[in-house]
Nanobody, 115 residues
Framework: QVQLVESGGGLAQPGGSLRLSCAAS????????MGWYRQAPGKQRELVAT???????SYADSVKGRFTISRDNAKNTVYLQMNSLKPEDTAVYYC?????????WGQGTQVTVSS
């Protein structure tokens, strides 16, 4: 079983930046796609960004040009660099990792964008 530990959330001002990290514990299973979802209060969970094991990325339209996803395969870690933050980016951010058999989730980290 893969366990994911997130870090890096917190409070940022509009226009500011935050960097999220998500480290996957080694389990013997290969990790394929990784990425981030977010869920704001009263809203459905939204896919933010994905990255394949070879580094191909995709983004939600709402974050294109502002967020950058990356990963370090040697460390089984995925990152989300968030720039030009907006109040509407406020949400709990969840990372995920796809193995051959399952999709594993992190515990979530709160990101609040407010002045």
């Amino acid at each position: 079983q893969v366990q994911l530990v997130e870090s890096g959330g917190g409070l940022a001002q509009p226009g500011g930046s935050l960097r999220l990290s998500c480290a996957a514990s080694r389990s013997g299973f290969s990790i394929y796609g990784m990425g981030w979802y977010r869920q704001a209060p009263g809203k459905q969970r939204e896919l933010v960004a994905t990255i394949t094991s070879s580094g191909s990325t995709s983004y939600a339209d709402s974050v294109k040009g502002r967020f950058t996803i990356s990963r370090d395969n040697a460390k089984n870690t995925v990152y989300l660099q968030m720039n030009s933050l907006k109040p509407e980016d406020t949400a709990v951010y969840y990372c995920y990792a796809d193995t051959k058999y399952t999709t594993e989730w992190g515990q979530g980290t709160q990101v609040t964008v407010s002045s």
